[in-house]
């Protein structure tokens, strides 16, 4: 079938639910669209039905259970994002262990948030996420967040501190690609890595927490006026 427009007509945040469990899905869908400015396009209960449906309707976003028969969700993910590399993935779990979300989020997610989280923190992670696709919407326990940042904090490779010094600079994910000749996918990847590594939750707040750790040197203008957090 051809794909439908990605955006719906009168604007509001596409999105596919992908749940296994019918009675989740329903929950789901009834909170979203009690909002006037959410609509479900479709939904999806296998991580093949996953990739059809996303591949069919290009959503804005996609609200992906972790565990879903027909994939490792690691592997979804990133056939997700090659498919459908403009919508994002945010997903729904009942365990944050530190191991697993490191590989979600380096292949690609946008958020990731434990299916105890209330209406609201659902619907502003949707709405975050949509206005600003580089950002990561992380709602797991701290135990599970300090052991990712024990794990990683400081251990940026030579690319992700080339790419970091040129977010630092002002340069969108586009003009960084453009410099480095690399794919914007490939900047993105990076950067989700460095706000797992830094426990950065922004790209402002990345570029703050390299400065502060010396891992980057600010700029003249940014030693006097700092970023704001």
Known sequence: MTPTDRTAPDGRITVLLVDD??????????????????????????????????????PDIILLDVELPGGEP??????????????????????DGPQLLRR????????????????????????????????MVLAVSRDSLAQMQQTSEGVLSARELEILELVADA?????????????????????????????????IDAVNKAIAAALITPKRDQQVRRFPG
């Open 21 to 58: 469990h019918t009675l989740v899905r329903a929950g789901v869908r009834e909170i979203l669209e009690s909002q006037d400015d959410i609509v479900v396009v479709s939904e999806a209960a296998t991580s093949t039905e996953a990739v059809t449906e996303a591949r069919r309707h290009l």
């Open 74 to 95: 690691t592997d979804t993910v990133k056939q997700l994002r090659a498919l459908v590399p403009r919508s994002q993935i945010i997903m729904l779990s009942m365990y």
């Open 104 to 135: 979600l989020i380096a292949a690609g997610i946008r958020g990731y948030l434990l299916k105890s989280v209330d209406r609201q923190e659902l619907l502003s992670a949707i709405r975050s996420v949509h206005s600003g696709p580089d950002r």
């Open 171 to 203: 340069l969108s994910n586009s003009q960084i690609s453009t410099r480095l000749a690399i794919t914007e996918a490939t900047v993105k990847r990076h950067l989700s890595n460095v706000f797992v590594k830094l426990g950065a939750v922004s790209r």
